[in-house]
């Protein structure tokens, strides 16, 4: 159950050991409070503005791959050979919490859609049985199913409340009957953000893939208008906290436990604490290279093909208090060589005082040791490269080289054998 995650061979984790993982991933399914990030929806345009600055970005939906049946709304899809399994799971995991008397029986569940882009493990499915309708999220080791008998928190006026928040990022519940689209706006401390999310019509569902944990989030939904909302940063009605799930548990127990003892497994255990952004099945993510510098941090991390880079500290912002941020790779397709996404740390676009560090950060082959970088003009870099990624900060001046520049990349292993050799972009 585990090969395709990445991770070492089976053994059995100490009973304590389980326990503890079971006890953080209930303890991120905390109620809504304010703080930072965008959102992304199965469906939307999305509006972000982020200290003061207003940035449009217009995401298309990616259709799940289709399965043999086709989802009664045509703005949705069904993936059974994604819903089936996550089906399945969801149903063992009630089982074996005891509560499955709660839910119609397994044979009962009749899939009305799934969420599951390829940009993260989440796989969401809309359920319906026996008159009831709950909400299935999987990821790669994590379980967590809505509770149908549980009365929704509706937002004041409306017939729209949330069924299910998940500490991995999902935002699922039931638009007003009204509404042909849903506006949800979502608001943390220093940013805000607009989603159109479509309607599932036969029992007016929807779902929202947030980028923000929902427990660090406020949330307000409204009708979608379809008219510009410039400057407009809340919905009419304040979106309530759904109601505890009847299930959230460990389901795939992984075969090891990352090493959190580690200066790298420290700052990546505190970064993603203080990051607003979710990152699902975050407790078995292996550490990889640790960039220090004076007072900021960055670590790569990766569970098999997906890999996260998360950056911060004292010097990310103003220098008065700590500040972190995570950038899951959307990419999970298997690849030996590339580059990962961060951002400038201490820059003036932050409100730092111009101290400001750009990371270069990568992946290799695990076999690799020295990564050795050329970034035109002389300006020459070694990195060491630790459990298949790289992370180095880049040198002065290459911030007003050409957005097209590319950085000459040679791998080495331990021997010195020439692993890759190639260019990778700069930015």
Same mark, same amino acid.
């Given at each position: 159950?585990? /090969?395709?995650?990445?991770? #070492?061979?089976?053994?059995?984790?100490?009973?304590?050991?389980?326990?503890?993982?079971?006890?953080?991933?209930?303890?991120?399914?905390?109620?809504?409070?304010?703080? %930072?990030?965008?959102?992304?929806?199965?469906?939307?345009?999305?509006?972000?503005?982020?200290?003061?600055?207003?940035?449009?970005?217009?995401?298309?939906?990616?259709?799940?791959?289709?399965?043999?049946?086709?989802?009664?709304?045509?703005?949705?899809?069904?993936? &059974?050979?994604?819903?089936?399994?996550?089906?399945?799971?969801?149903?063992?995991?009630?089982?074996?919490?005891?509560?499955?008397?709660?839910?119609?029986?397994?044979?009962?569940?009749?899939?009305?859609?799934?969420?599951?882009? @390829?940009?993260? @493990?989440?796989?969401?499915?809309?359920?319906?049985?026996?008159?009831?309708?709950?909400?299935?999220?999987?990821?790669?080791?994590?379980?967590?199913?809505?509770?149908?008998?549980?009365?929704?928190?509706?937002?004041?006026?409306?017939?729209?409340?949330?069924? &299910?928040? @998940?500490?991995?990022?999902?935002?699922? *519940?039931?638009? /007003?009957?009204?509404? !042909?689209?849903?506006?949800?706006?979502?608001?943390?401390?220093?940013?805000?953000?607009?989603?159109?999310?479509?309607?599932?019509?036969?029992?007016?569902?929807?779902?929202?893939?947030?980028?923000?944990?929902?427990?660090?989030?406020?949330?307000?939904?409204?009708?979608?208008?379809?008219?510009?909302?410039?400057?407009?940063?809340?919905?009419?009605?304040?979106?309530?906290?759904? #109601?505890?799930?009847?299930?959230?548990?460990?389901?795939?127990?992984?075969?090891?436990?990352?090493?959190?003892?580690? #200066?790298?497994?420290?700052?990546?255990?505190?970064? +993603?604490?203080?990051?607003?952004?979710? &990152?699902?099945?975050?407790?078995?993510?292996?550490?990889?290279?640790?960039?220090?510098?004076?007072? +900021?941090?960055?670590?790569?991390?990766?569970?098999?093909?997906?890999?996260?880079?998360?950056?911060?500290?004292?010097?990310?912002?103003?220098?008065?208090? !700590?500040?972190?941020?995570?950038?899951?790779?959307?990419?999970?397709?298997?690849?030996?060589?590339?580059?990962?996404?961060?951002?400038?740390?201490?820059?003036?676009?932050?409100?730092?005082? *111009?101290?400001?560090?750009?990371?270069?950060?990568?992946?290799?082959? %695990?076999?690799?040791?020295?990564?050795?970088?050329?970034?035109?003009?002389?300006?020459?870099?070694?990195?060491?490269?630790? /459990?298949?990624?790289?992370?180095?900060?880049?040198?002065?001046?290459?911030?007003?080289?050409? #957005?097209?520049?590319?950085?000459?990349?040679?791998?080495?292993?331990?021997? *010195?054998?020439?692993?890759?050799?190639?260019?990778?972009?700069?930015?």
């Amino acid at each position: 159950m585990t /090969d395709d995650l990445g991770l #070492p061979g089976r053994r059995e984790l100490p009973p304590e050991v389980l326990d503890n993982l079971r006890m953080t991933l209930r303890e991120g399914m905390g109620k809504p409070a304010r703080r %930072r990030w965008p959102i992304v929806a199965a469906a939307a345009a999305v509006v972000l503005v982020l200290a003061g600055a207003l940035v449009m970005t217009v995401v298309i939906r990616e259709p799940d791959r289709q399965g043999p049946a086709v989802a009664s709304d045509p703005d949705f899809a069904l993936d &059974l050979p994604k819903a089936v399994p996550a089906m399945d799971r969801c149903w063992a995991a009630l089982q074996s919490r005891g509560r499955a008397t709660g839910f119609p029986a397994r044979d009962e569940w009749v899939p009305q859609f799934t969420v599951a882009p @390829s940009w993260t @493990s989440v796989t969401v499915v809309a359920v319906r049985a026996g008159g009831k309708i709950f909400f299935c999220e999987t990821t790669s080791i994590t379980v967590t199913v809505s509770d149908p008998n549980a009365a929704p928190s509706y937002a004041t006026g409306t017939k729209a409340a949330a069924l &299910l928040m @998940s500490r991995a990022g999902t935002v699922a *519940g039931v638009a /007003d009957p009204g509404w !042909e689209k849903i506006e949800v706006f979502s608001r943390t401390a220093d940013s805000t953000a607009s989603a159109d999310v479509p309607v599932f019509r036969n029992g007016n569902l929807f779902v929202v893939l947030s980028q923000s944990k929902p427990s660090r989030t406020t949330y307000s939904v409204g009708p979608y208008t379809g008219e510009p909302g410039d400057g407009v940063t809340v919905a009419p009605h304040g979106l309530r906290p759904a #109601p505890e799930p009847a299930v959230t548990d460990i389901d795939r127990v992984p075969p090891v436990v990352p090493d959190r003892g580690t #200066p790298a497994g420290q700052f990546f255990q505190t970064c +993603v604490e203080g990051a607003t952004e979710p &990152l699902p099945d975050v407790d078995v993510y292996e550490t990889g290279t640790l960039l220090e510098g004076g007072d +900021v941090k960055v670590v790569v991390a990766r569970l098999g093909d997906r890999f996260a880079v998360c950056q911060g500290g004292l010097g990310y912002h103003d220098g008065t208090s !700590e500040y972190y941020r995570l950038f899951a790779d959307p990419n999970a397709a298997p690849r030996s060589v590339g580059k990962l996404s961060t951002e400038t740390l201490g820059g003036s676009e932050q409100g730092g005082a *111009g101290s400001a560090r750009n990371p270069f950060i990568g992946i290799v082959p %695990r076999s690799a040791v020295t990564v050795k970088l050329d970034f035109g003009a002389g300006k020459k870099v070694d990195a060491v490269a630790t /459990d298949g990624t790289f992370a180095t900060w880049r040198p002065e001046g290459t911030e007003a080289m050409d #957005p097209n520049s590319q950085v000459g990349v040679v791998v080495l292993d331990a021997e *010195g054998k020439t692993l890759h050799e190639g260019t990778l972009p700069l930015y």
